[in-house]
Every structure is written in structure tokens, then in C-alpha cells.
């Protein structure tokens, strides 16, 4: 899998579900729902420990009720990427 960014202006910036995001240090990971139906974040580093999965990467295992209660989690050390996810 390879991802191409294309990060434009991170204001007034709305998170979905399936969203890509990215932190100050680099790391990427998608916006999705467990089997609990609670939002977390999958990592999808490549390279990283815990690569495409929802286990425990630094703070991002935490489990959030509502996609406003994960923004306000992690916003602004992780911002919305503007990214195509390509499947080879």
C-alpha cells in the first residue's frame, strides 16, 4: 500500500470515518469503528510496530465514543491528510 499525501491547509479541518490522519512525528493512521462501534485509530505506518491494526500505538489505542471526542483527543498533534490510499 502506498500513500500519496496531499496536505493542504489543516483549518477548519472535519473528520469522517475513513479518514486519513497524521501526526506532528510523522505517524499515519485511519479513522474507524471497532466491533464496539467505538472510534479509533488504525495505524497504517508502514514500518511500525502494530502496522494495520487497531492494538495499542502510543496514545492512539484509545477507544472514543464520537468522531467530536477523537478530534478533540488528539487535535492538533494529528491533522487531517488529504491522501489517496492506493492498493497494489
Not at 479518514?19 to 510523522?26: A, E, F, T, Y
Not at 465514543?65 to 492498493?87: D, G, M, R
Request: charged share 20%; with cysteine; proline share 2%.
Amino acid at each position: 500500500m502506498k500513500i500519496i499525501d496531499k496536505t493542504k491547509d489543516s483549518s477548519e479541518e472535519q473528520w469522517q470515518l475513513g479518514d486519513v490522519i497524521k501526526s506532528n512525528c510523522g505517524l499515519l493512521a485511519l479513522i474507524v469503528q471497532n466491533d464496539d462501534l467505538n472510534y479509533c485509530l488504525m495505524n497504517i505506518t508502514s514500518g511500525y510496530g502494530n502496522c494495520y491494526s487497531t492494538s495499542p500505538f502510543g496514545r492512539a489505542s484509545k477507544l472514543h465514543s464520537s468522531l467530536e471526542s477523537l478530534y478533540l483527543a488528539y487535535y492538533p498533534k494529528w491533522h487531517k491528510v488529504n491522501a489517496k490510499l492506493v492498493i497494489e
